[in-house]
């Protein structure tokens, strides 16, 4: 929802996912969404402000340094970073890289920044003449390795990730290690749904644990799990698609079993178009959330706290493939009530830890509830 006041030092000025794709794709059609105040926060084409919106709107900002999952996830559950994990824009050092050959018993390809999709293209061909995994890194802190499934079994990659993970200690505690499978032949290579992520595990107490502490049920949906090591949580329902996160998710809730916190992520957004600067999908898949909002809300009992919100910024406009610092967009709505309020710009993520713990009436103050903006008060600015 816009750079932050530090984008520049990301080289991610001018950056702004939702109000560049609407503007690239000449208006966005987001019924629900401009209802619940989205067209407020910002000019976004084709939503429109309202005077009568049914949530409360407001934007973000992220305290921790970095623009990636694992800190925005953390933040957002009440854990934000001091101090950024290390990144690596010359590729990781000799001693990590022997070291690790070491213990795999294979070299490795690549080791540099640079887009997945791009360096299996340029060194898949030798990896399948070769079996060395390529190894190579981004703007974030992550160690990815990318392995054919005909090559290296995807339990090998695991096993190879697992390895990675417990030889990347401080200072060299990169936030993920992160299994890249491929299929297909060189001209077609195509990664396959069977990544894993290897994250760190939060360092301090987050909502999650919080939550297990008071016997609650906290449920995720789609990679969350893989972001704090499924620390906190019930239970995991894998997803790894926009679609399959939204159908999992209408079915749990349609289900019987008891809960008290659900989180979802849909994923797509950030692998499979924000990164390949896939504006057009990108419009496409929130024109899709938009329509899915007419299934999914009616499902949510009166007095379920709503919240929309993001993780980082994944400009498809942009220059690049990564990341980008901004702002993220905040919507928030208890069903049964239809009057909203600007929430105004809000210093931290952890302000959604914050107001769904006292939703939930449990101990835990990281950042600023604005839950009695959404039952009473004045709003703010945006």
């Known amino acids: 929802m816009g750079e932050l006041p530090d984008s520049h030092s990301y080289g991610d000025s001018g950056a702004n996912s939702l109000v560049n794709t609407a503007r690239a794709v000449g208006g966005l059609s987001l019924k629900n969404l401009r209802r619940f105040g989205l067209g407020n926060i910002a000019n976004i084409e084709g939503v429109e402000p309202v005077d009568n ?41 000799e001693e990590i890289i022997k070291e690790f050959e070491s213990a795999i018993g294979r070299n490795v390809l690549g080791n ?52 990675a993970r417990s030889l990347l200690k401080y200072p060299n505690h990169v936030a993920r290690v992160i299994a890249r499978p491929f299929v297909g032949k060189p001209g077609a290579f195509k990664r396959t749904e069977r990544r894993k992520d290897f994250a760190l595990e939060p360092p301090d107490k987050t909502l999650l644990d919080a939550l297990t502490e008071e016997g ?10 893989d972001l704090f090591s499924s620390r906190g949580i019930s239970r995991v329902i894998v997803a790894k698609s926009n679609d399959r996160a939204m159908h999992e998710t209408l079915e749990f809730v349609r289900g019987a079993e008891e809960y008290d916190f659900l989180f979802v992520n849909l994923i797509d957004f950030d692998m499979t178009w924000g990164h390949r600067r896939d504006f057009c999908s990108y419009a496409g898949g929130l024109e899709q959330f938009d329509r899915w909002l007419d299934d999914f809300i009616p499902l949510l009992p009166e007095g379920t706290l709503l919240i929309i919100t993001s993780d980082h910024g994944c400009d498809p406009t ?65």
């Open 216 to 225: 609650m049920k906290a449920i995720t949906v789609g990679k969350i799990h």
């Open 53 to 93: 919106a049914i949530a409360s709107w407001g934007k973000m900002a992220e305290v921790s340094p970095g623009k990636d999952s694992i800190s925005g996830h953390w933040e957002l559950m009440g854990c934000p970073l001091s101090s950024p994990f290390p990144t690596y824009n010359k590729g990781f050092p």
């Open 318 to 382: 942009f220059k690049g493939s990564d990341h980008t610092r901004e702002y993220v967009p905040l919507l928030a709505k208890i069903i049964g009530r239809d009057t909203g309020r600007a929430l105004g710009v809000r210093e931290s993520f952890s302000d959604v830890a914050a107001t769904v713990a006292e939703h939930l009436g449990v101990d835990f103050h990281r950042g600023e509830s604005f839950l009695s903006e959404l039952v009473a008060g004045e709003g703010r600015e945006i």
């Open 112 to 163: 540099r920044p640079a887009s997945g999709t791009e360096i299996i293209e340029e060194l898949g061909t030798e990896h399948i003449r070769t079996g060395c995994p390529i190894v190579y890194t981004s703007a974030d802190s992550v160690f990815q390795i990318a392995a054919h499934e005909d090559i290296i079994p995807v339990e090998e990659l695991y096993r190879m990730c697992e390895i």
